[in-house]
């Protein structure tokens, strides 16, 4: 009765083209690069370079960040990280990636945790850098924002998205920023499709993993900027203790984009991370 | 630095406790039954009585259905059937079951098929009952519904919950139902917290998995009743085509519960798809 006899090439091109899958660099082991809400695969050209010539890197976009396909999105296909998740999966199936190590800026942290809990053995260690398991208080959790302040977002957000992403780019990026920084990341902001990056954001902040971080069975790295204004430093720590293999590591980086913005610092401690995942 | 050791006991613990995660039968190979909106474990007690004698079977309840836990449920965290689908997999992995033969009905087709993606190895075989990939008419497909009905329908659910579950009961059973099932339908679905039965409602007609559906490398049968309001049977037969592996078998019944309903029917479905899958 099959219409199409299952075919991997069929599979891997529909993952590939839709997450804009490449593979650079040389090695035998394999580095993972997901890149966070706002930016694409280019925000990681600082650590392709200092990588490349010892890894196989992969760097993908998500669905919905440029460079992907962009027919591939609709809010209800995307409507939660998990989405992201099974797309991960699926990439790293289309390449034939096993025991990769995962380094996942910002929301890539959570969608490298769901991956994690059910295809642990895909992932040899993981690096999460300004990632948040909830960014909304709660009680006994601090995780740096009160709902009306998200609500006033999200109203921001819709009523006026260019002047919000320019604000935005400022504000993450950090004060120490380049201009240069500054400016790429506020364009590749602006360059979103503002339906998707107002889904996106809020998929984000009303987002809540604290009880999966517990159970995630893969060595991991919390790397937390010294002062990043959507990740305090007790959410950095928070994660790094309730992952069951966790551990804590600053970046003296005023900002939301250390692996853009302190290059250096998160480079030196990847490479520390796939030295000890070795 | 980690706070928690791994313990697959306390993992296991939350998953077992948040789908209420059942074994019973006994056997060497391993059923699954996957219910679908508006139901839960409960609706395969017929399938239950046939195959426990040969058979360990596994039943869950989805976060959302009774016997789940509620605590679990967030419209964020279940904003799409990945979700459930990754629940799935931590339900297999809590019972440490591989090599399945899983049973979907409805909103579980799709689950299983997610599921079934990203981990094929847990599956040795598949059964979609009146399982639909896609509700929502679409240029060249014809899902059953038009957008103005779907949203109709969301509004008369907002409105009037318990009015609308009592009807949609009927019409879901179809008319050559017992009184015993349409009231036992009726009655589950009238105890759904209203909030949550119309969030899984949103989540299953804004779906679309018909790219999904030509990937899933696991031998499928799709059993089509031969009058659902929910799935016509030119559904069923784009899905058991589009299937790599799939292939469709009517039953002779009214309605969109065909287990509850024939029985006798589906089960024989059944034990003829898992003698194929041995």
Redesign the interface.
């Known amino acids: 009765?099959?219409?199409?006899?299952?075919?991997p090439l069929?599979?891997s091109k529909?993952v590939l083209t839709r997450n804009n899958v490449q593979v650079v660099g040389r090695g035998d082991d394999v580095l993972v690069l997901a890149h966070g809400f706002g930016t694409n695969q280019t925000a990681w050209r600082n650590q392709v370079r200092a990588f490349e010539d010892t890894h196989r890197i992969v760097l993908f976009d998500h669905v919905g960040a440029q460079g992907s396909d962009l027919e591939?999105y609709?809010p209800?296909?995307?409507?939660?990280l998990?989405?992201y998740?099974?797309d991960l999966?699926?990439v790293l199936?289309a390449v034939q990636a096993r025991d990769v190590f995962y380094v996942g800026h910002s929301m890539s942290g959570m969608i490298g945790l769901?991956a994690g809990?059910?295809?642990p053995e895909l992932f040899r260690g993981m690096v999460f850098i300004s990632a948040s398991p909830r960014y909304i208080n709660a009680p006994d959790y601090r995780g740096g924002f009160e709902r009306p302040d998200i609500d006033a977002l999200y109203e921001t957000i819709e009523k006026h998205f260019d002047a919000w992403a320019s604000g935005f780019a400022q504000a993450a990026v950090g004060p120490s920023a380049t201009p240069e920084v500054v400016k790429a990341f506020s364009e590749s902001l602006i360059a979103l499709r503002p339906d998707i990056a107002i889904g996106v954001i809020r998929?984000i902040f009303?987002?809540?993993f604290r009880?999966q971080v517990?159970?995630l069975?893969v060595p991991s790295w919390v790397v937390q900027p010294l002062h990043d204004f959507a990740v305090p430093n007790h959410v950095g720590e928070y994660l790094?203790?309730?992952?069951?293999?966790?551990?804590?590591h600053y970046v003296p980086n005023q900002g939301h984009l250390p692996h853009m913005t302190a290059p250096n610092e998160v480079n030196a401690l990847i490479a520390q991370a796939l030295a000890a995942a070795s």
Request: charged fraction near 25%; proline fraction near 2%.
């Open positions: 009765m099959g219409r199409l006899a299952y075919n069929t599979m529909t591939a609709s209800h296909r995307y409507a939660g998990e989405s998740a099974l999966i699926e199936e769901l809990l059910v295809r998929i009303e987002s809540d009880e517990t159970r069975n790094a203790k309730s992952l069951p293999k966790g551990q804590l």
